[in-house]
């Protein structure tokens, strides 16, 4: 889950506030002592927390919510907005030319992610009905050229590339010609990086800038290496000026120190957001929806959005008709796994339900390994094997795992999860139609 150590740290701290009839000055300066703690803990910058828990304090012993009904609620909600101002208070998007074709260039240092970062912005933006280009301007790291070139394959994405002992400069100013033949109306310039900051990269990067004149500077960094993460953003800014921010490898990010300083410190607002290796795993960064989930408010809205563009409406139409008249088969499972897994890692999927925690699966077992044991096990009977599970004798478990490369063991256990998940949808429709509600403990088939 992001944030996962700040966000467990914040939800008990504020758990206390929730409930509470009346709140004293005292509650309050306690409350702070515990999220200033859980922010520098997290590696957020000192003068931003410093910043942060001046402003909830303020207003979280004014009038308003002192003499509110509800006071615990009115701290909470204020920890709430200032979370969302910190990180930029709105969703900040990328800006487009009004004459194509639009350039953007990627920078960053060695290792931050700009190749693959570069990959994946041309195809979120190409669902937009954009037509992109991707430019090989790294020609000092080795297989840098041939790294985007392999991403531009599996996107189905060309890639601009020379020769790695052509001037970067050159090699940008080629491209742009080159896109405007070929009706390209969309450029993303992948340039070098260093290790660390130095005049020779600065000065390249700012040739480029000088000649191609991008609409828009992309600043690609580590979330994982926290305030380095920032004082790297700072300096780029400082030296090139760049106009937004994309934070790779958010989701394996359970500090979420660079995330809650970087807008703040540098004054550049979070586009993107890396959530995951895939090519399709990188998502506009909404202020407020990150907000919502580090409190454990959930974040439907990106929920809704992953649900819409992994599930068919039909046949989720057509499996609450099987669901209900109980006709739902492994074949119907194995659909739903599939549609499921392009919803992106589970933990991650849970953590957008509001009120999520750990503690809430406690009744549920998850597990991804399982999940893919489970594919290969359906995908290893017949269809007929699939509707009617019945069928399934001795002999036929044999086959099915010397198919899956599981054991008899697991087919039983799947078998069985199975039977049990088909009793628990006939109660809660039963139930439903009877108006009652709750799902009780239940075990899934992986």
């Known amino acids: 889950m992001v944030f996962e150590g700040l966000a467990g740290k914040l939800q008990d701290t504020i758990k206390r506030l929730r409930g509470q009839g009346r709140v004293t000055e005292k509650d309050v300066k306690e409350m702070m002592r515990e999220i200033k703690l859980a922010l520098l803990e997290a590696d957020v910058n000192f003068k931003v927390v410093k910043d942060f828990i001046n402003k909830v304090s303020e207003r979280a012993v004014g009038k308003d919510v002192m003499e509110s009904l509800t006071p615990g609620q009115q701290v909470i909600k204020i920890v709430h907005e200032e979370l969302i101002e910190l990180m930029g208070k709105t969703q900040s998007k990328v800006s487009f ?27 979120l933006l190409r669902k937009q009905g954009k037509n992109p280009l991707l430019v090989a301007c790294d020609v000092y790291r080795p297989a840098a050229i041939k790294q985007l070139q392999v991403v531009g394959e ?11 002992k052509t001037d970067p400069v050159v090699i940008a100013k080629n491209a742009v010609d080159y896109a405007k033949k070929k009706l390209h109306d969309l450029i993303i310039i992948d340039t070098a990086g260093r290790l660390h900051i130095n005049e020779e990269l600065m000065e390249e990067l700012a040739n480029i800038k000088k000649t191609v004149k991008p609409h828009e500077i992309l600043l690609v960094v580590d979330s994982m290496t926290g305030q380095d993460a ?56 909404y202020p407020d929806r990150m907000a919502s989930r580090i409190l454990g408010m959930g974040d439907v809205l990106s929920l809704i959005e992953k649900a819409q563009e992994a599930f068919d409406e039909k046949k989720a139409i057509e499996l609450e008709k099987k669901i209900r008249s109980m006709q739902f088969t492994l074949e119907d499972y194995l659909d739903q796994i599939q549609q499921l897994k392009k919803m992106g890692p589970l933990n991650q999927v849970l953590g957008m339900l509001p009120g999520f925690d750990k503690k809430a699966l406690q009744g549920v077992e ?58 628990m949808f006939k109660s809660v429709s039963e139930m439903s139609k009877k108006g009652g509600k709750g799902l009780g403990k239940f075990k899934m088939p992986f």
């Open 97 to 123: 030319a009004s004459n194509p074709p639009t350039i953007y260039m990627m920078v960053g240092l060695q290792g931050s992610g700009k190749t693959t970062t570069s990959g994946k912005l041309a195809n």
């Open 154 to 164: 599996q996107l189905n994405i060309p890639v601009f590339a020379m020769d790695d």
């Open 230 to 285: 920032v004082n790297v953003a700072e300096s780029f800014n400082e030296k090139l000026g760049v106009d937004g921010i994309v934070l790779t490898k958010l989701d394996g990010d359970t500090r979420g120190g660079a995330a809650l300083s970087v807008k703040a410190v540098t004054g550049k607002p979070i586009k993107f957001a890396g959530m995951g290796e895939k090519l399709s795993e990188l998502e506009p960064f």
């Open 366 to 423: 998850l597990d991804e390994k399982q999940m893919v044991h489970v594919e290969a096990i359906i995908k290893s009977m017949t269809k007929r094997e699939r509707i009617n599970p019945s069928i399934i004798d001795a002999s036929r478990k044999r086959r099915i795992a010397a198919g899956s490369g599981t054991t008899i063991q697991d087919i039983n256990k799947l078998l069985k999860g199975f039977e049990e998940m088909k009793k």
